[in-house]
Every structure is written in C-alpha cells, then in structure tokens.
C-alpha cells in the first residue's frame, strides 16, 4: 500500500526513500554502541537470510550477562500512569511506596483506572472499582502528602520527584540529571507547559489527547520524530560554530547530510509500514483486510496531522510525511521487547509478609487496610514501548540460547539479555519474540504478527 497522498510525501520523495534505505551496517556505529553498554563480547553482523542479527565474540556460560541495553526511545503507555508513577526518562518508580500506593488509591476514588494494563491503546474508563475496601480521603491524602508513613518503608527507599524543566505536570523525573537529558532529547518540543519549545502546545495537546483516545503508539513516535529533530538542530549548530556551513546561505546540500546524520540511530532500526505489517485482529474479517489497513494508514494521517501543527520544523519536512511515521510506528510494532519494570510496592508487600509473626501482626494492623483497598492489582509494573538499538538486532529462535530476563538489581527501564545455556564465540545470539512452550501452530501464528515464518531446527522437526 503506498504511502498517502499528503504533499510532503509527494514532494519529499527522494529524500524519503532515503531516510527509508536500510544502510549497510556502519561497524563504527555499533561499535559505539557496545563499547557505551560495556558488552564488549557482541557484533552486528548481517547473516544474509534474517538481514542483521547479533553474534557472540566471546564465549558465554549459562546465566552470563549478555547485554544490558539502553534504549533509544521508550514512552509508559498512557493507560499505566494512573497505576504508577515513573521517571519520564529512565522509567525508575519515584517518590515513595506511600505516594505510589497513595497515587493509585486517589485515581479510583476519581473513578479513573486503566481499563487493561496490556492494553497498546492508552484509553483510561471512568466507574467506579467494584469489590475493593474504601478508605477515606483524608488517609489516601496524607500518604500522598508524605504525612502518614508505612512501617518499614524506609527500607524501600525511592528517588524523590524531580519536576518538569518546561513546568509541565505530565512529566516527572528520578533526578536533575534525567530531568536536563530528556529535555534535551525529547521533552523540549514535546512539554506543554511554559517553557516548551513547541510552537504550538495547543496541538500538542490535541495531539497528545488523540494519541490517548485512539492508540498511544503515537506518543513514541513523536519521541522519535522530536529527537532527530533535536540531534539535527544540535549538529547543525555545532557545524556552525566550527565554521563548517554558511550562516548567511543555508544549503540544502549540506543540511540533508546532518538530517540524515541526526536519522542514523532509527535509520538502524528494522521497519515497515504500520499499516502493511500490523496483524489482522482476531474480529476482522479477512475480505474486510483492505479496508481495515485503510483506517490504519487513515489514524496515522490524523495523528500526523496534529503532531505536524505542533512541532513542525521545515529544515526538517521530510520526517513529518506519511511514509516516515508510518514507518517509525512500524517499527515499534516489529521489535519486540516491550518496556517493563517491575514495581516495588510488590516488594514492600512481599517484604511484610515475610517478617517474623510479631512483627508482621503489628505491621498488618495498617498495612492491610491498603493492601485490601488495592485489591488484587495492588501492584502493577510500569509498562510501555520502546525501542532497543542493540536488543532490537537480535533474531528469533523456538529454541533459543538468550532471553530478556529483569534482575533483582534491575530497577530501571533498560533491557537485560542473559545466556539461557552457554554461548559459544561466533555463535548467533537469539530469543524468542513469544511464549516458545507453545505448540508449533500457535507459535507460528504469533510469529506471523513479525513478518515471518520460524525455520528454527524445532520448527522443522516440528512441522506438519
Ligand atoms: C527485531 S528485528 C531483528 C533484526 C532484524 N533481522 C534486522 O535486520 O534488523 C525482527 C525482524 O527480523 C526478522 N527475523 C527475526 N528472526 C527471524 C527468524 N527466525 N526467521 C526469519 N526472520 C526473522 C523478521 O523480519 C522480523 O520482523
């Protein structure tokens, strides 16, 4: 299905089916990376049949640390933010367990809570929680305010509550120093408060409002599109100041270079067309296919539409067509580690229910009012998307030898790749994109979700 008929596809074609050229694999580039993430035994090689994929330089044994990979751009489904409250940049919970759990308590008494943690669309139900205990205001007020404290929470120590540089309420950090990177990465242009650097916070608002009403992919796509734009203005400036371009005559020439520059990072990323690799649900039917890739390709439009009021920069017009966003939310959709942390409400309620019997009794004479008020999901863990520039190289197997693999001392919004038996040098690294105890059929099915077909010794042995 062709891009659209918006006029800066049409007109920015050339430049386009740049940016969309996957480029052959700069070793430099990912050398970086490695060497950043201190993974000194991985290269990204292109094998012929899977395009890239990651291979081992060293030997690993069972349990090793693989990778611990920083992502590139990653954003809390909107639906997951009434349940906890995060750090915008690294995803680490912040506060205190009192404003987490006092946090979620006051979105119910407001009748506002996500509709389904798993769910990709962002959309947040009003009514009422049915079968949890009530408490009163004033008590869901004083753990908020830090007036009533938990016993022994204090052994759950968390990072306090950085604000937003741009004064929004929307974004909250661990610490200053996250707080300055994702201004500088992304926020800038994407912050509705004063000191945005939007021209237009009105439509990012709708933006933002249509992103939560209608599938909240949109939010980090526009995190993709606001940092290149951010890198590009950073390079450009810093080609100035070395004397590199003429102020006084702009080329075009020379400014498509840095666009390009500034892309590299996504350029890496595999990617198609959201509205050609999308799964079909379930409840469409397959003749209704055409049409519902139309009101797929129809939802990117209107998204872009509102992004492009808000953020648009000329210099850098071709990332504001069809094809590109279409593209960029693609490429969410086919890398496939979502982004979790795991909450430690869980573990300062695990860490009560542990304590010797005394303890435990008098601690319970208040914890319990909470945790029965909480109910069932008394603690939920941070959820979104992101991407992974090393992670996202990494090809499938049934039987795979790696597996992304949260640790105790993993407290952020990072991706932990472990060996699941020994790894040895020049060997493929590979985990699997789904539940591999699945049957060969539904493992296919899955899978069919990315695009291909799983060739894996297993599926061999195992095909019909
Ligand atoms: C997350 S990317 C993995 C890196 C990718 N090979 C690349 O070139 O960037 C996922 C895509 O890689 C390809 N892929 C991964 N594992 C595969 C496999 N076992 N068989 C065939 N294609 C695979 C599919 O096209 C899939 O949509």
Redesign the pocket.
């Known amino acids: 299905m062709e891009a659209s008929n918006c006029p800066i596809d049409a007109h920015f074609s050339d430049k386009i089916s740049i940016l969309l050229s996957p480029p052959p694999i700069p070793q430099e580039y990912f050398q970086e990376l490695v060497a950043e993430r201190q993974c000194y035994g991985l290269k990204v090689k292109l094998d012929g049949e ?4 990651v291979y081992s330089g060293v030997d690993f044994r069972e349990d090793d640390l693989i990778l611990k990979d920083q992502m590139l751009v990653g954003a809390q489904h909107s639906s997951n933010k009434v349940d906890c409250l995060v750090c915008s940049f690294c995803f680490r919970f912040i506060g205190s367990i009192e404003l987490q759990i006092g946090r979620k308590l006051y979105f119910e008494e407001l009748g506002v809570s996500a509709v389904d943690e798993c769910a990709t669309s962002g959309v947040m139900e009003c009514g009422s929680s049915s079968g949890k205990a009530r408490l009163p205001h004033d008590t869901i007020q004083s753990l908020m305010d830090g007036s009533l404290r938990l016993p022994y929470s204090e052994n759950f120590p968390l990072p306090i509550v950085f604000p937003c540089l741009g004064g929004c309420k929307e974004a909250y950090y661990c610490s200053k120093s996250c707080a300055e990177a994702d201004w500088e990465s992304f926020h800038s242009l994407l912050c509705i408060g004063r000191g945005s650097s939007s021209p237009n916070t009105e439509a990012l608002l709708k933006f933002m409002k249509h992103a939560n009403e209608t599938n909240d992919i949109f939010i980090p796509a526009a995190k993709v599109i606001s940092s290149t734009i951010l890198r590009y203005r950073k390079l450009k400036a810093a080609h100035f100041k070395l004397g590199k371009l003429d102020t006084s005559n702009p080329h075009d020439s020379w400014l498509f270079p840095l666009l390009l520059e500034a892309w590299k990072p996504v350029s890496m990323g ?1 990617k198609k067309r959201w509205w050609d690799c999308i799964a079909l649900p379930d409840d469409v039917d397959s003749c209704d296919e055409a049409d519902f890739r139309l009101q797929i390709k129809d939802l990117a439009s209107e998204s872009l539409q509102l992004l492009k009021e808000a953020i648009y920069d000329k210099e850098c017009a071709p990332l504001f067509s069809l094809d590109i966003y279409g593209h960029i939310i693609g490429m969410f959709e ?3 580690l979502d982004l979790v942390v795991a909450s430690p409400v869980e573990d300062y309620f695990l860490y009560i229910d542990d304590l010797p019997p005394s303890q435990k009794k008098e601690a319970e004479k208040m914890t319990k009012s909470f945790l029965d008020a909480l109910g069932e999901e008394y603690s939920v863990s941070c959820q979104g998307t992101a991407f992974f520039p090393l992670q ?6 049934c039987i795979p030898n790696a597996k992304a693999f949260k640790r105790e001392e993993d407290k952020d919004g990072q991706a932990t790749i472990i060996a699941l038996r020994p790894i040895s040098k020049e060997e493929e690294i590979t985990i699997s994109y789904i539940d591999e105890d699945l049957p060969y059929g539904e493992r296919q099915e899955q899978l069919a979700d ?3 077909t ?3 010794p297993r599926c061999i042995e195992e095909a019909p």
């Open positions: 899977h395009g890239k994929g595999f086919l890398n496939n996202s190289c990494m090809n499938h197997s990315y695009g291909f799983c060739k894996c």
